[in-house]
């Protein structure tokens, strides 16, 4: 049986990336944009960052992408005396054999759900960098490698400010994705309220993993193979210059917020089954990549005007090049 399961199973990156988001969707009714946008900083082993209203299920959204990729799970509930031994973990003093013992936090999972993260310290804030950009933590002078994939989900609420610690530009910077749940459309909802009625939908506690963490490190190595054109790195390249000199803007985009965009552009080509990446991939992502990333000018801010709005003028201004 398991050999026969073994050669059902999809060979192509397309058709396993389609697999894992039907079976999230089977929880996360009536958002697969989400959905993908999420997936695809998973295997581009970036983090997310979303950012919106309390129960819109980002929670839940976390927790089925890891039921569904059989990886391990945390969730760290980020508060005002959070301290970052409770995110990281620590040294502590072993009586029996005399020795001193490290005590992983929460951060050693495949996937960390920092919930209401604007809610902790500057420092605790401060103790996922490292984690997040090196895929390591460093204790008391001692480094531990984190396992991969690891991906960290954050999570803040827009409308919520009395409490809360903003997160500086460098703390942003580590995020692949920048991505609004939204609410639900009208179908999507009957459909939620239909299922917790009947009991008919799949529900977190249902959801059994599709892909094993190998084979999303396998799918990882593989989006990093796909082709990107001189015409489309010069695309790339155009953007960040133009944001860079953009009269609106004091912070442009950086040399990681490029490289951020085109390796996510790799993995949106795999998903779509091509070996090459588009405009339309660059044009696509963009929004939820490059965005959190600007810092406006004093003056633009007093106009209303806002990053997003800013992208929007660069990328309809800028050439597009021939993909060939």
Not at 197 to 215: F, W, Y
Request: charged fraction near 20%; proline fraction near 7%; include cysteine.
């Amino acid at each position: 049986m398991a050999s026969t399961e073994v050669q059902s199973r999809p060979a192509t990156f397309a058709d396993l990336f389609q697999m894992l988001g039907a079976n999230v969707a089977n929880v996360i009714k009536g958002k697969r944009e989400v959905v993908d946008l999420v997936l695809l900083g998973l295997i581009c082993n970036g983090h997310v960052l979303l950012e919106d209203v309390p129960g819109v299920g980002k929670t839940s959204l976390a927790k089925a992408i890891a039921r569904s990729v059989g990886c391990t799970f945390n969730r760290v509930q980020f508060t005002p005396d959070l301290l970052p031994t409770d995110v990281v973990g620590v040294t502590i003093w072993n009586r029996g054999n005399s020795t001193f013992e490290f005590r992983p936090g929460p951060v050693f999972s495949n996937i960390v759900l920092a919930d209401e993260i604007n809610r902790a310290s500057p420092k605790t804030q401060s103790a996922l960098l490292e984690a997040m950009a090196e895929e390591q933590v460093t204790v008391d002078g001692t480094t531990h490698p984190l396992e991969a994939p690891f991906l960290v989900i954050a999570t803040q609420n827009p409308i919520e400010h009395e409490g809360t610690f903003p997160l500086p530009e460098s703390q942003l910077d580590r995020f692949l994705m920048r991505v609004s749940m939204g609410y639900p459309s009208r179908d999507a909802e009957m459909e939620i309220l239909t299922a917790e009625t009947d009991n008919t939908g799949e529900g977190l506690d249902r959801l059994e993993p599709v892909l094993s963490a190998a084979e999303l490190n396998a799918m990882s190595a593989a989006a990093q193979t796909v082709h990107v054109a001189d015409g489309i790195r010069q695309y790339l390249v155009d953007l960040a210059v133009a944001s860079r000199n953009h009269p609106a803007l004091s912070l442009g985009m950086s040399p990681r917020a490029t490289l951020a965009l085109q390796r996510a552009s790799k993995a949106r080509a795999a998903a779509a089954g091509r070996d090459f990446v588009l405009p339309d991939d660059i044009k696509a992502l963009a929004p939820h990549v490059v965005t959190h990333r600007l810092l406006l000018r004093p003056e633009a801010s007093l106009q209303n005007v806002d990053p997003a709005t800013v992208l929007s003028e660069i990328l309809s201004s800028t050439h597009v090049p021939n993909p060939g």
